[in-house]
T-cell receptor, first 112, second 114 residues
Framework: AQRVTQPEKLLSVFKGAPVELKCNYS??????LFWYVQYSRQRLQLLLR??SRESIKGFTADLNKGETSFHLKKPFAQEEDSAMYYC??????????????FGTGTLLAVQP | DAGITQSPRHKVTETGTPVTLRCHQT?????MYWYRQDPGHGLRLIHY???????DKGEVSDGYSVSRSKTEDFLLTLESATSSQTSVYFC?????????????FGPGTRLTVL
C-alpha cells in the first residue's frame, strides 16, 4: 500500500546533540517531498521542500530514492526546535490533482 | 500568517447533532482543504476543493460533507456528529496543486463530541 511512515512518535535529545527525524515513503513515481512543522501554539507551516535543496533553521533533508527516504537532519539541536514535524510527499491522488499526504508526525523534544 | 481564519475555534456538541465549521481565506487561492489531526494518525485529508462548487473526497470523508459557494469560504459539515469525530480540524489553502504545493494552514478548530 502507498504510505508515508515516520517511525518515531517521540524523539528526545539534549541541546547541541544531532537530530535525525526519519521519513520513509512508498509512493510510486518520484513525488515531491516536504517537511512541515508545528511549534507549540502556532500554525502548521512549511519547513522545507526537497526541490529547493535548501537549509532552513539549520535543517536539511536528503532524498534517498533507493531507500525511498527523506530524513530531516540538524547537526546541533536547539531548544526552540522542539515541535511536531510532519513529512509530506506530494502525490497524485484520486485523479489528476496532486495532494500532500502527511505522515503521522514526530514530536521532537530538545532538553536543555 | 496567511489570511486564513476558522470558526468556531472551539466547539462542544452532542452526538447526533449537525455541526458546521467554516474556513475563510482572503488570499484568493484556488485550492482549499480540510484535515483532521489525531494522535497517532497525523493529519488526514477529509475533503478538498479545487474551485467554486468543485469538491472531492479525501481519505476520511465518511460522515462529512463540504460546500464551496464562494472562493473565500469552504464549509465542513458533520451531518450527525459522533464521538469518533472528536478531533482538531485544520483548513489549508494553496495556490496550485502539485510541484511547489506549499499549503498555508488555519489556526484549527477543536471539536469535542460528547
Amino acid at each position: 500500500a502507498q504510505r508515508v511512515t515516520q517511525p518515531e512518535k517521540l524523539l528526545s535529545v539534549f541541546k547541541g546533540a544531532p537530530v535525525e527525524l526519519k521519513c520513509n515513503y512508498s509512493y510510486s513515481g518520484s513525488p515531491e517531498l516536504f517537511w512541515y512543522v508545528q511549534y507549540s501554539r502556532q500554525r502548521l507551516q512549511l519547513l522545507l521542500r526537497h526541490i529547493s535543496r535548501e537549509s532552513i533553521k539549520g535543517f536539511t533533508a536528503d532524498l534517498n530514492k533507493g531507500e525511498t527516504s527523506f530524513h530531516l537532519k540538524k547537526p546541533f539541536a536547539q531548544e526552540e526546535d522542539s515541535a511536531m514535524y510532519y513529512c509530506a510527499p506530494d502525490v497524485l491522488y484520486g485523479g489528476a490533482t496532486n495532494k500532500l499526504i502527511f505522515g503521522t508526525g514526530t514530536l521532537l523534544a530538545v532538553q536543555p | 500568517d496567511a489570511g486564513i481564519t476558522q470558526s468556531p475555534r472551539h466547539k462542544v456538541t452532542e452526538t447526533g447533532t449537525p455541526v458546521t465549521l467554516r474556513c475563510h481565506q482572503t488570499e484568493n487561492h484556488r485550492y482549499m482543504y480540510w484535515y483532521r489531526q489525531d494522535p497517532g494518525h497525523g493529519l488526514r485529508l477529509i475533503h478538498y476543493s479545487y474551485g467554486v462548487k468543485d469538491t472531492d473526497k479525501g481519505e476520511v470523508s465518511d460522515g462529512y460533507s463540504v460546500s464551496r459557494s464562494k472562493t473565500e469560504d469552504f464549509l465542513l459539515t458533520l451531518e450527525s456528529a459522533t464521538s469518533s469525530q472528536t478531533s482538531v480540524y485544520f483548513c489549508a489553502i494553496s495556490g496550485i496543486a502539485g510541484g511547489y504545493n506549499e499549503q498555508f494552514f488555519g489556526p484549527g478548530t477543536r471539536l469535542t463530541v460528547l
